[in-house]
């Protein structure tokens, strides 16, 4: 295990259930990043002593160097001091949200990291890339969604992949299961952040919402294990308890189940390939609720099925349908907008957006900002 370690997005949930691992597996913080939350990032750098803080709003970076004058930790900011924060330490917990992340993540990925990989918006927009880059610098990237740990999990010692016959995606449902289209239409966003079982970041949450997450979800699992749309399935599991699937060829299924924290898939991928003791929950067969299955609702929630149309697309369609969501989903959270409006505008921008095949990075980052663009 890389007893050093790097966290990106420190401040946010599941940044900060990682220095609660890192806490109790002992390791050594080098460096930690946020955004402009700098009272709880003076909190945690006191704590852990990281190198360096990097702060991507400039003015917050200031802020934090005046509070930390008494330490010998370096304070920078701006979007460099991001991507040099990203080179430190063994591992890289790559934890901010959104497509910022990928700057930062394929610099960890050049530097050869083991990257602990929970920014999945980075795999959606250029996972082909990612995945090629990782490959030829030989950088382990592991999963953090809990999904995507429990596929990992499920595939060790797996040879051949083409022994997978499909993968299956597990899917809370969000808030909103089970509701009609008119019963959604008027849905706030205060009423998405309502998730019956996990506590995250309130953009995760609301695509938890939309199902949007899912949609993301299953590009990201297509990337991870280089698979096509057809062997990723997704079955509604309201309890997540089943976090995923995996079916092989002769028919067996393995699942890894455990109580829904987090704090088990980001401890696996630091500890990966052992397993040591976890400060998550433990999972009670006997009192836990009964595990039911169900087909999602792609017509009451039409993100998931615009991902996978988009994944169908390819090229730069991903980039477009998740930087037109995430703009989206930046309304909706300040009332700007209402719960329709978000596929709407998710659609409007795969239809609108020109659609380039076999991207560079220059051509994602093109796609994403003239996706931001027809959001408004
Ligand atoms: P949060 O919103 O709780 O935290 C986001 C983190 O990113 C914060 O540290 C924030 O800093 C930082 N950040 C935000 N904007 C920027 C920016 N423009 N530049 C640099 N840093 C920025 O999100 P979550 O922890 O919930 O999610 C993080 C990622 O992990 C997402 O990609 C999400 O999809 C994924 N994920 C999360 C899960 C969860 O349980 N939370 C589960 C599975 C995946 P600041 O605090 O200063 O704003
Ligand atoms: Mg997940």
Same mark, same amino acid.
Not at 136 to 161: N, T, W
Not at 227 to 253: C, M, T, W, Y
């Given at each position: 295990?890389? *007893?050093?370690?790097?966290?990106?997005?420190?401040?946010?949930?599941?940044? #900060?259930?990682?220095?609660?691992?890192?806490? *109790?597996?002992?390791?050594?913080?080098?460096?930690?990043?946020?955004?402009?939350?700098?009272?709880?990032?003076?909190?945690?750098?006191?704590?852990?002593?990281?190198?360096?803080?990097?702060?991507?709003?400039?003015?917050?970076?200031?802020?934090?160097?005046?509070?930390?004058?008494?330490?010998?930790?370096?304070?920078?900011?701006?979007?460099?001091?991001?991507?040099?924060?990203?080179?430190?330490?063994?591992?890289?917990?790559?934890?901010?949200?959104?497509?910022?992340?990928?700057?930062?993540?394929?610099?960890?990925?050049?530097?050869? *990291? #083991?990257?602990?990989?929970?920014?999945?918006?980075?795999?959606?927009?250029?996972?082909?890339?990612?995945?090629?880059?990782?490959?030829?610098?030989?950088?382990?990237?592991?999963?953090?969604?809990?999904?995507?740990?429990?596929?990992?999990? @499920?595939?060790?010692?797996?040879?051949?992949?083409?022994?997978?016959? #499909?993968?299956?995606?597990? @899917?809370?449902?969000?808030?909103?299961?089970?509701?009609?289209?008119?019963?959604?239409?008027?849905?706030?966003?205060?009423?998405?952040?309502?998730?019956?079982?996990?506590?995250?970041?309130? *953009?995760?949450?609301?695509?938890?919402?939309?199902?949007?997450?899912?949609?993301?979800?299953?590009?990201?699992?297509?990337?991870?294990?280089?698979?096509?749309?057809?062997?990723?399935?997704?079955?509604?599991?309201?309890?997540?308890?089943?976090?995923?699937?995996?079916?092989? #060829?002769?028919?067996?299924?393995?699942?890894?189940?455990?109580?829904?924290?987090?704090?088990?898939?980001?401890?696996?991928?630091?500890?990966?390939?052992?397993?040591?003791?976890?400060?998550?929950?433990?999972?009670?067969?006997?009192?836990?609720?009964?595990?039911?299955?169900?087909?999602?609702?792609?017509?009451?929630?039409?993100?998931?099925?615009?991902?996978?149309?988009?994944?169908?697309?390819?090229?730069?369609?991903?980039?477009?349908?998740?930087?037109?969501?995430?703009?989206?989903?930046?309304?909706?959270?300040?009332?700007?907008?209402?719960?329709?409006?978000?596929?709407?505008?998710?659609?409007?921008?795969?239809?609108?957006?020109?659609?380039?095949?076999?991207?560079?990075?220059?051509?994602?980052?093109?796609?994403?900002?003239?996706?931001?663009?027809?959001?408004?």
């Amino acid at each position: 295990m890389n *007893k050093t370690i790097s966290i990106l997005g420190a401040t946010g949930s599941i940044g #900060r259930q990682t220095l609660d691992v890192v806490e *109790k597996l002992d390791l050594k913080v080098e460096a930690l990043t946020a955004n402009s939350d700098v009272k709880r990032i003076e909190e945690q750098a006191r704590k852990f002593r990281p190198r360096m803080v990097a702060m991507a709003n400039e003015a917050a970076a200031q802020d934090l160097a005046a509070r930390l004058a008494d330490t010998n930790i370096r304070v920078s900011g701006g979007a460099a001091a991001l991507t040099e924060a990203a080179t430190m330490g063994g591992t890289v917990v790559t934890a901010v949200v959104g497509m910022v992340g990928l700057k930062p993540t394929l610099a960890a990925i050049r530097a050869g *990291k #083991r990257i602990a990989l929970a920014n999945k918006e980075t795999l959606v927009c250029a996972g082909e890339l990612v995945m090629e880059t990782a490959r030829k610098y030989g950088a382990e990237i592991i999963p953090v969604d809990s999904e995507h740990s429990a596929i990992f999990q @499920c595939l060790r010692g797996i040879r051949d992949m083409e022994e997978v016959r #499909r993968l299956i995606l597990t @899917c809370s449902g969000g808030p909103f299961y089970g509701k009609t289209w008119e019963e959604l239409a008027p849905m706030t966003s205060a009423d998405a952040l309502k998730h019956p079982n996990w506590r995250m970041g309130p *953009k995760i949450t609301v695509d938890c919402a939309t199902l949007m997450n899912k949609g993301l979800e299953v590009i990201e699992a297509m990337r991870l294990y280089r698979l096509p749309l057809e062997k990723v399935h997704v079955v509604i599991h309201r309890q997540s308890i089943v976090h995923s699937l995996v079916e092989f #060829r002769d028919g067996a299924v393995l699942a890894q189940l455990g109580a829904p924290d987090m704090r088990l898939p980001i401890q696996y991928a630091l500890t990966y390939p052992h397993r040591v003791e976890s400060p998550a929950d433990t999972l009670d067969l006997l009192t836990c609720p009964p595990l039911t299955f169900a087909e999602p609702d792609r017509t009451t929630f039409p993100c998931l099925r615009l991902a996978e149309e988009a994944v169908k697309t390819g090229g730069t369609a991903c980039a477009i349908l998740n930087a037109a969501n995430e703009e989206a989903v930046k309304l909706y959270l300040r009332d700007k907008i209402g719960f329709y409006d978000i596929p709407r505008l998710v659609s409007r921008a795969l239809e609108t957006v020109p659609v380039v095949q076999n991207p560079t990075l220059q051509d994602i980052l093109d796609a994403d900002a003239a996706a931001r663009r027809q959001v408004f």
